[in-house]
Structure formats: structure tokens, C-alpha cells
């Protein structure tokens, strides 16, 4: 089955550069979605097909995706930004969706 | 304006069956490519995906949980019920409804529900 391998945290200082990683074998030829979910919270859609970024979200927040590794990256962090964020894909063989264990981004 | 939210008992007690409803807004249960999953979060734990119903009534089920999940839907009603039969504490969890979206190459969540919190104990 595909496991989307996430860091557990990340740390940055406001006003720098996060980059959050979600890797599997291949996981360039299927489209990422990301999700922020803050406390006590739904999650909220920042990303998906790898680069594009739903109405109201900040272009501060982008992604990519190559090779084994897909990669959201938030500019200029604020500490409003601290969450957790989740990668997620579809499965096409089994018809699944599958995520990521979750990274928890903190603002130094 | 589409809105999802969730409903369905606080405490279960292990053994017993768990059934929740999701009540939508703002577009349609039978509009072509409009699906609503399930899924749901235990405390600190990561999101998991449970099941999916597509506007054509095809489902789909997360591998471990297929025994026991039932998703169905009332398109005059708007609602999409999931059950969960047998419940263990292991199930403690926040259930979460959301639309899913058609992409270049798979789905993503664009809404979510606000999510329920269920606790199975006895």
C-alpha cells in the first residue's frame, strides 16, 4: 500500500522560508494536495494538483512535486501559519485516499 | 455557499454500532462528480481516510475497516450516513465529513465538515 512519509516537525523564524517534505517511491507521477489543520480545527485545503492554490490562500504557500519527494513551502512565515499540515494523494490501484503522518510546523 | 456537517451520538459503548450523518449544503448528492468521504482523526493522531460514495453510488472503503463500514446516501435529504459496526476504543476519534474534487490525477478535500467527536467507552 502507499505511505506518504512526512517529518514529524519543522521549525522556522518569522519572516523565513518553511519547505515541508511528503516522499514516497514515484510520488511525482500522482498529483499532491496539502492541508493545514490548526488546533481543535478542520483541515483546510491549501494545495492541490501539486501546485495550485485554492481561492483565499496566500501565494506565500506553494508546492511542488518530483521524483520521490513533494514539497510545500510557505514564504515569509507568520505565526499564524503554526499548524500542522498534511499531504494526501489517490491511490489509483486500490482507489484510496491516502495521507501523510502529519508534519507540525512551529514559529520560533 | 457549501457547507457539510456532521452528526451522531458523543459515547458509544464497545460492541455497538456507530452511525453518523452527514448533512450537506450549497450543491447537489447527485450532481455528476460530486463525492463526500469520511474520515476521521484520533486525538494527536494523524487524519485517515475511511470511505468515499460517488454521485453513481459507487463506494469505496479503506482496506482495514471494509468488514465493518457501510457508507450510504439520501440524495432527497442531502445526507451521507456512515456506519461503523463494533466499535472498540480504538475508534475514539474525530469524524470528519468532506467533498471530494475531481483533479488532473486524483481528488482532493475542498470542504470540510467542522467534525464530531466520538468517544467509545463503556
Known amino acids: 500500500s502507499y505511505v506518504l512519509t512526512q517529518p514529524p516537525s519543522v521549525s522556522v523564524a518569522p519572516g523565513k522560508t518553511a519547505r515541508i517534505t511528503c516522499g514516497e517511491n514515484n510520488i511525482g507521477s500522482k498529483s499532491v494536495n496539502w492541508y493545514r489543520q490548526k488546533p481543535g480545527q478542520a483541515p483546510v485545503l491549501v494545495v492541490y494538483d501539486d501546485t495550485d492554490r485554492p481561492s483565499g490562500i496566500p501565494e506565500r504557500f506553494s508546492g511542488s512535486n518530483s521524483g520521490d519527494t513533494a514539497t510545500l513551502t510557505i514564504s515569509r512565515v507568520e505565526d499564524g501559519d503554526e499548524a500542522d499540515y498534511y499531504c494526501q494523494v489517490w491511490d489509483s490501484s486500490s482507489d484510496h485516499q491516502v495521507f501523510g503522518g502529519g508534519t507540525k510546523l512551529t514559529v520560533l | 455557499q457549501v457547507t457539510l456537517k456532521e452528526s451522531g451520538p458523543v459515547l458509544v459503548k464497545p460492541t455497538e454500532t456507530l452511525t453518523l450523518t452527514c448533512t450537506v449544503s450549497?450543491?447537489?448528492?447527485?450532481?455528476?462528480?460530486?463525492?463526500v468521504s469520511w474520515l476521521r482523526q484520533p486525538p494527536g493522531k494523524a487524519l485517515e481516510w475511511l470511505a468515499h460514495i460517488f454521485s453513481n453510488d459507487e463506494e469505496s472503503y479503506s482496506t482495514s475497516l471494509k468488514s465493518r463500514l457501510t457508507i450510504s446516501k439520501d440524495t432527497s435529504k442531502s445526507q451521507v450516513v456512515l456506519t461503523l459496526t463494533n466499535v472498540d476504543p480504538v475508534d475514539t476519534a474525530t469524524y470528519f465529513c468532506a467533498r471530494i474534487r475531481p483533479g488532473s490525477k486524483g481528488y482532493y478535500f475542498d470542504y470540510w465538515g467542522q467534525g464530531t467527536r466520538v468517544t467509545v467507552s463503556s
Open positions: 450549497g450543491f447537489s448528492l447527485s450532481s455528476t462528480r460530486m463525492t
